[in-house]
């Protein structure tokens, strides 16, 4: 099915093709009738498979069939995303739709000026992108007004909800008088997140377009068993004897991020960092810098790589094994992505053994382990067979007839008891 059998005006038509837009994806097949219809869409679709346009081109389309003049900070659609990553990436996809008509476009998020953000809400906006943290900064202040709310869009709700923000989606909720239609786009499901749900939308249309929890199918998934100390050697050695010219790692910790890049750097390996520390500025000039392969390697935090659309990733490491198993299935969402082949590698030491089974059972599948000659994890089984293989007693050296020896143990005991006697009498 293709874009032009979707009634869209000569204007987005245009600004498609020129987005090189032809035919539509699964979600965007299910998603976009629908919206179009007016319907409130709960929809469980994983990162890369068209989320974008499956939600803003009929918002686009509605608000140019009924034009209206936006009122003083306020706004017609609102779309919350869990990360400015991810907020701007939206809203500049919307913005090449929007190029040839007159609808105005503002992103607000976090780590930026707050002034320059008032200015582009005083006047009003027809679409607002924005982090749940920052849309309130400006609606306490007076810089936005929710009341007239005509569209309302959760894109990653499950990540925003195990951010910790869904008293902030309340606190939103509030605000708005009337229900707008509102879709919610999730990659994982879960009982908070089907109560959000039941909360938010009013007779949903449900579109599933992966199974629920689920990897997309093109990616290959492997682990390597590796004792923690030895990561770095390993990481090294699969980006070198395996020539990978592209890879996303993931750490836990932005100390971790710096380490590892700063060892690949020593190794003659190109890497760049992406974690909260680091100025939008650099974070954005680090991932041009992957993109277009000036870097081979980029090093992330879960959080920082929220919304970071790298297209033809080929290859994601799981350096750490993520806290949660649902953040395994973003994660690899990044490789795979529009039918092309992923390959997704995790590193799972002795203390990650029980995420990996939590992995598994969520993804229902059993990943495989290969371990690479040199980088084999000590054996616990190795260990506890020696440990219980003869008595302790047996390695036990027999005492031996050293009159010297035993003399001076004597001599340093009595010295010892002496200088016990003499602190007790001082006090």
């Known amino acids: 099915m293709s874009f032009s059998s979707q009634g869209f005006s000569p204007e987005i038509a245009q600004a498609l093709t020129e987005c090189g837009y032809e035919k539509l994806t699964p979600v965007q097949q299910q998603a976009i009738p629908h919206a179009r219809r007016g319907h409130d869409i709960l929809a469980h679709a994983q990162t890369g498979t068209g989320k974008t346009a499956a939600f803003s081109l009929p918002i686009i389309q509605q608000l140019l069939d009924a034009p209206k003049q936006v009122g003083r900070a306020t706004t017609r659609a609102l779309i919350l995303a869990p990360t400015r990553e991810l907020v701007d990436q939206i809203a500049n996809n919307i913005a090449d739709y929007t190029k040839y008509v007159d609808l105005k476009v503002t992103a607000v998020y976090g780590g930026a000026k707050m002034s320059s953000q008032e200015r582009k809400l005083e006047n009003g906006t027809d679409v607002l992108v924005a982090t749940p943290g920052r849309l309130i900064e400006h609606i306490e202040l007076g810089n936005l007004n929710l009341a007239n709310l005509e569209f309302l869009v959760f894109d990653e709700a499950d990540r925003m909800l195990d951010m910790g923000f869904i008293g902030a989606?309340?606190?939103?909720?509030?605000?708005?008088?009337?229900?707008?239609?509102?879709?919610?786009?999730?990659?994982?499901?879960?009982?908070?997140?089907?109560a959000l749900a039941q909360d938010l939308l009013r007779k949903p249309k449900r579109i599933i377009v992966n199974e629920e929890n689920s990897t997309a199918?093109?990616?290959?998934?492997?682990?390597?068993?590796?004792d923690e100390e030895r990561k770095l050697e390993l990481l090294s050695e699969l980006i070198g004897r395996k020539n990978w010219q592209q890879v996303l790692v993931f750490v836990n910790y932005k100390e971790t991020a710096n380490d590892v890049v700063k060892e690949l750097k020593l190794d003659g390996i190109k890497a760049v960092l992406c974690h909260g520390d680091k100025a939008q500025s650099s974070r954005r000039r680090a991932l041009e810098e992957f993109k277009s392969g000036k870097a081979r390697v980029m090093v992330a935090t879960e959080v920082a790589a929220r919304g970071l659309d790298i297209q033809g990733l080929p290859h994601v490491v799981n350096y750490d094994m993520p806290f949660l198993a649902e953040d395994y299935v973003h994660r690899i969402g990044r490789t795979g992505r529009a039918g092309q082949q992923g390959h997704a590698v995790s590193f799972v030491s002795r203390d990650e053994e029980l995420t990996l089974v939590q992995v598994e059972n969520l993804i229902q599948q059993r990943i495989k382990r290969i371990q690479l000659a040199g980088y084999e994890p000590k054996s616990r089984d190795a260990l506890l067979t020696k440990m219980h293989s003869k008595p302790a007693y047996k390695d036990r050296q027999g005492r031996k007839n050293n009159p010297q020896q035993e003399q001076s143990s004597a001599e340093r005991r009595l010295k010892m008891m002496r200088a016990i006697r003499n602190k007790s009498k001082g006090e």
């Open 169 to 194: 989606i309340r606190t939103i909720m509030s605000g708005i008088a009337e229900h707008p239609q509102t879709m919610l786009f999730s990659a994982t499901s879960s009982a908070q997140m089907n």
């Open 217 to 226: 199918a093109t990616v290959f998934h492997v682990v390597y068993p590796v």
